[in-house]
Nanobody
Framework: QVQLVESGGGLVQAGGSLRLSCAASGRTDYRYAMGWFRQAPGKEREFVAAISWNGGSTNLADSVKGRFIISRDNAKNTVYLQMNSLKPEDTAVYYC????????????????????WGQGTQVTVSS
């Protein structure tokens, strides 16, 4: 069992940057693949970014490639999402997710493959 807590959301103007953090606690002796998903009002939850258990593989949604970076610090049990050149369409609640898996790539882009979820953090980008 692992608990996830997101932080770093807020209000930012278009073109600005934010860095989201997701801190894991509990059974952190296991290694987890981590993902970020987002959900805008009236829309389905969508994949944003994911990183494999050892950080050796990352993947990003096409909509954020070149603007967002996912990274992790296993010593701190934390995964980060650096968001640059933010757009109003990035406005959403951002959720961190974790799963005890060695899979990477497209497997980590599917929300159903994650066992653990945080409560979410709001990101609002004004135009």
């Amino acid at each position: 069992q692992v608990q996830l807590v997101e932080s770093g959301g807020g209000l930012v103007q278009a073109g600005g940057s934010l860095r989201l953090s997701c801190a894991a606690s509990g059974r952190t002796d296991y290694r987890y693949a981590m993902g970020w998903f987002r959900q805008a009002p009236g829309k389905e939850r969508e994949f944003v970014a994911a990183i494999s258990w050892n950080g050796g593989s990352t993947n990003l949604a096409d909509s954020v490639k070149g603007r967002f970076i996912i990274s992790r610090d296993n010593a701190k049990n934390t995964v980060y999402l650096q968001m640059n050149s933010l757009k109003p369409e990035d406005t959403a609640v951002y959720y961190c997710a974790a799963d005890r898996t060695y899979y990477s790539g497209s497997y980590l882009a599917r929300a159903n493959n994650y066992a653990y979820w945080g409560q979410g953090t709001q990101v609002t980008v004004s135009s």
